[in-house]
C-alpha cells in the first residue's frame, strides 16, 4: 500500500512540475550532431552544442554512446568527430583546429593542426596517416609558413581600415570577402601539410560550403571536390565536381551542367563518384538531381530520373549496390534507398524529419538524427530491411522534456489558389481546452523556396507561441519544398500572387476551426516570411498584428545592396533597370499608402543578405504613416538571431508585441 502510495505521489509530482516551454529551457537544449559510427560497428560518436546564456555563446562537446543503445559519456569539449580506419583515434576540431585522442573518457588529447586559417570539416585518409580539412588560405601563399606570416603582419600594419572594391560579391550572409580563400589542405600525422586546391577560388565553394562538398577515393590516391571557378561569383550558381591526383598532377572537370555540382561521394569500391546536380544556371532552387559518374569510362548518367523532390544528402550501401539519400516529402525530411542498378527509389523512413544517414559496415543497420515539432534531435537506429520502429538512441534531452508540457501539433489541407491542396501545421496551447477560443498566429517561412517541417527549430519554435496560449498555424504556400518541382517553381516571378492567396486561403481555414478566436490573429515572418509579412501590409487589414524579421522591402533598392545576385535576377527575370516590371508588381514599398496594422520590425546591421536598409525603410513608412511600429535593431547579428541572450530578446520582444494586441 505505502509503495502504490508512493508512486501515485511521484506520477503527481512529475506532472505538477510540468510547465509550458519557456526560453530558458530552449536554451538547455543539447542539440545534437550527426551519428559518426565507429568502424568495428560498437560505438557513435556525435557532438553536442548548447548555449551558455550567463557566456552569452554556445559550448560543444564530443559524446560516445554504444550502437545499440546506453548510456552516453563526454570525452573532450569540441565538435565534429571522425573516426580513424582503425578506430583508435577520433579526430575533433577545438579552437579552429583539430586534436586527436583515443575514443574514451579521461584520455589526453594532442593538437593536431596549427595552420593560420584554422581547420574544419575533417575527413581521414584511408591509411589513417593524415587527414583532409578546410582552411583559409592566402592563394598566394598555399601553407608556406613564411608568405602568410608576411602578409598577415602586412595587413596588421595597415595604417587604414577602408576596403577599396573593384568586383562584386564582395560579401556575404554576414562577412566581408576575405583575401583568404577555402582550400582543402591535406594534413599528415607527422610533416608538411599540403594544399590540395590551390588557385584563387574556393573549395568548398564560397557561396556553398560545407562537408560534404569533397571526398577522397577509396584508394586514397584522389580527392573530388566542388568548386565554382565563375568569374562572376555574384550571378553564379556553377558549381562543378572536380577530381585530382592526391600525389599531384592535373585537375579534372568531370561536370559540365550549368547549375550547382555539389556533394561528391565515392562509392565503397571505388568504381562510382555519386553527386547532386541542378540542370539551370543561376537557380538557386532547380531540382536536386542525383547523378553517377563511372570513373572507368568517364560516363555520366542520372539516377531515379522521374524523382520530383529535391536530393539532400548521400551515404552509399557499404556494398555500393544502391544509395540512401534524404528528402523532403510533405512536411517531413523522409529517407529514401535508390537502388545503383535500376534506379528507382524506396521509401526507408519517413516517421520524423531524418538528416544526415550512414550506413553501419555490415549494412544491417541505418543511423541517422531526426526530430519533430514535438522533440528535438535525437540519433536513431533502423534495421535495415525490416518492418520495425526506428530505436532512439540519445536521450540527453529526456530529463529536461519531461519537465515541460508541450503543445500537441498535427496538420491540415486546405485549397489554395487554382485549387492547388495546401497543406499547413499546427500547434495547439499546451492543456489545451477545446472549449475555449484561442488566439492564433501564423508563421511563415522564408526562402521562398523552403518549407515548415515537422521538425524541431531554435528559431521560429512555435512552442515557444503556443506556451503563451496561441494556436499556431504554419502553412505551406507555393514555393515550399516536398510537394514537387511545379510546386517550388509556382513561387518564381510571382511573389505576391498565389503564395499570397495560399496563405489566405489557409487564414481563412484557420479562423473557421471552433477553438479559434477569428478576431484574434497575427502574422510573422523573416526573410521572404518577412517580405509577406511586408506584402500583407499593404494588402490586408486582417491581422490585429505583424512582425517582419529582415524582411524585404523595396526590391529595386534591395538588388543594389544584396550579394547573390543571381537570386532576384532569377525571381524578377533580370535586373531592375532592364526588367523592372515585376520589381514594381511585388514591391511592398509601393504600397504604404494601404499600412495599418501595428507592425514590429526585427532587423541585423550584418545581414548582407537582406540588408539592414530593408527593415530601416519600412520602420521609416510606417513611423511617418503613423501605424503602430517598433523596430528590434541587432548591431552584431546577421540574417539570423545566433546569439542567446539576443535570442533570448527577441523572443521577448516578439511574444510581446502579440501579447500586447492579441489577449
Not at 608556406?144 to 573593384?166: F, G, Q, V
Not at 547532386?276 to 538531381?289: H, I, N, V, Y
Not at 522533440?375 to 534495421?383: E, G, S
Not at 513561387?491 to 496563405?503: E, F, Q
Amino acid at each position: 500500500m505505502r509503495k502504490m502510495l508512493l508512486i501515485i505521489l511521484l506520477v503527481a509530482s512529475a506532472v505538477y512540475a510540468q510547465h509550458p516551454i519557456t526560453f530558458e529551457d530552449l536554451a538547455s537544449i543539447h542539440r545534437i550532431g550527426a551519428p559518426q559510427v565507429s568502424p568495428d560497428g560498437k560505438w557513435i560518436a556525435y557532438d553536442t552544442s548548447t548555449p551558455d546564456l550567463a557566456a552569452n555563446k554556445s559550448n560543444s562537446a564530443i559524446f560516445l554512446i554504444p550502437a545499440n543503445g546506453g548510456p552516453s559519456q563526454k570525452i573532450a569539449d569540441g565538435s565534429g568527430p571522425a573516426w580513424s580506419p582503425d578506430g583508435k583515434t577520433l579526430a575533433f576540431t577545438k579552437d579552429n583546429q583539430v586534436y586527436l585522442m583515443p575514443p574514451q573518457a579521461g584520455a589526453a588529447s594532442r593538437k593536431l593542426t596549427d595552420l593560420q586559417g584554422g581547420a574544419g570539416t575533417v575527413k581521414w585518409m584511408p591509411d589513417g596517416n593524415g587527414l583532409l580539412v578546410v582552411s583559409d588560405i592566402y592563394p598566394d601563399c598555399g601553407v608556406d609558413p613564411a608568405c602568410i606570416k608576411d602578409k598577415t603582419t602586412a595587413a596588421e600594419k595597415k595604417p587604414s581600415s577602408a576596403r577599396i572594391l573593384t568586383s562584386l560579391l564582395y560579401r556575404h550572409w554576414r562577412s566581408w570577402q576575405a583575401p583568404t580563400r577555402a582550400h582543402i589542405v591535406y594534413v599528415p600525422l607527422t610533416g608538411a601539410a599540403r594544399d590540395l586546391t590551390p588557385g584563387a577560388y574556393d573549395a568548398p565553394p564560397f557561396s556553398i560550403g560545407g562537408g560534404d562538398e569533397f571526398d577522397v577515393s577509396p584508394d586514397g590516391k584522389e580527392l573530388a571536390y566542388a568548386r565554382d571557378t565563375s568569374d562572376r561569383p555574384e550571378v553564379s550558381t556553377n558549381s562543378d565536381v572536380f577530381i585530382v591526383p592526391l600525389a599531384g598532377g592535373t585537375t579534372k572537370r568531370i561536370t559540365t551542367r550549368q547549375g550547382a555540382d555539389t556533394s561528391p561521394k565515392y562509392s565503397p569500391d571505388g568504381r562510382w563518384i555519386a553527386w547532386r546536380s541542378q540542370s539551370r544556371a543561376g537557380f538557386e532552387s532547380d531540382l536536386w538531381e542525383l547523378w553517377l559518374y563511372d570513373r572507368s569510362s568517364g560516363t555520366t548518367r542520372r539516377l531515379a530520373p522521374n524523382f520530383d523532390n529535391w536530393i539532400g544528402s548521400i551515404a552509399w550501401a557499404p556494398d555500393g549496390k544502391s544509395i540512401f539519400i534524404t528528402a523532403p516529402e510533405k512536411a517531413k525530411n523522409a529517407i529514401y534507398e535508390i537502388g545503383v542498378s535500376d534506379g528507382l527509389p524506396r521509401l526507408v523512413y519517413n516517421g520524423m524529419s531524418t538528416g544526415n544517414v550512414t550506413i553501419s559496415r555490415d549494412g544491417k543497420t541505418i543511423y541517422f538524427d531526426a526530430s519533430s515539432l514535438l522533440r528535438p534531435n535525437d540519433i536513431y537506429a533502423l534495421p535495415r530491411g525490416l518492418k520495425a520502429a526506428a530505436t532512439q538512441l540519445t536521450h540527453d534531452n529526456d530529463a529536461l522534456l519531461t519537465s515541460v508540457t508541450l503543445g500537441a501539433a498535427g496538420d491540415l489541407w486546405y485549397t489554395g489558389a487554382e485549387n492547388a491542396q495546401v497543406q499547413a501545421l499546427v500547434v495547439r496551447p499546451p492543456n489545451f481546452d477545446p472549449a475555449k477560443k484561442y488566439p492564433a498566429i501564423v508563421l511563415i517561412h522564408g526562402g521562398p523556396q523552403g518549407n515548415w517541417a515537422d521538425s524541431w527549430g531554435y528559431r521560429w519554435n512555435p512552442e515557444m507561441f503556443a506556451a503563451r496560449g496561441y494556436v499556431v498555424f504554419m502553412p505551406n504556400p507555393r514555393g515550399s519544398t516536398g510537394y514537387g518541382q511545379k510546386f517550388v517553381e509556382d513561387i518564381s516571378g510571382d511573389w505576391g500572387g498565389k503564395a499570397y492567396t495560399d496563405i489566405m486561403n489557409g487564414v481563412d481555414r484557420l479562423a473557421a476551426l471552433p477553438f479559434v478566436d477569428a478576431s484574434r490573429i497575427g502574422a510573422a515572418g523573416g526573410s521572404f516570411g518577412g517580405y509577406m509579412v511586408d506584402w500583407i501590409l499593404g494588402h490586408t487589414d486582417r491581422f490585429k498584428a505583424l512582425v517582419s524579421h529582415a524582411g524585404v522591402y523595396n526590391l529595386t533598392s534591395m538588388y543594389g545592396v544584396t550579394e547573390e545576385l543571381w537570386f532576384p535576377e532569377w525571381e524578377f527575370r533580370g535586373n531592375p533597370w532592364d526588367n523592372p516590371e515585376l520589381y514594381e508588381k511585388w514591391s511592398p514599398h509601393l504600397f504604404v499608402k494601404n499600412f495599418k496594422t501595428p507592425t514590429l520590425v526585427s532587423h541585423g546591421e550584418l545581414d548582407f543578405r537582406v540588408p539592414i536598409d530593408q527593415g530601416l525603410q519600412l520602420f521609416t513608412a510606417l513611423q511617418r504613416r503613423g501605424v503602430p511600429s517598433k523596430l528590434l535593431y541587432y548591431p552584431d547579428e546577421g540574417h539570423w538571431v545566433l546569439k542567446p541572450q539576443n535570442s533570448k530578446l527577441w523572443y521577448q520582444t516578439v511574444s510581446g508585441w502579440f501579447d500586447q494586441y492579441l489577449k
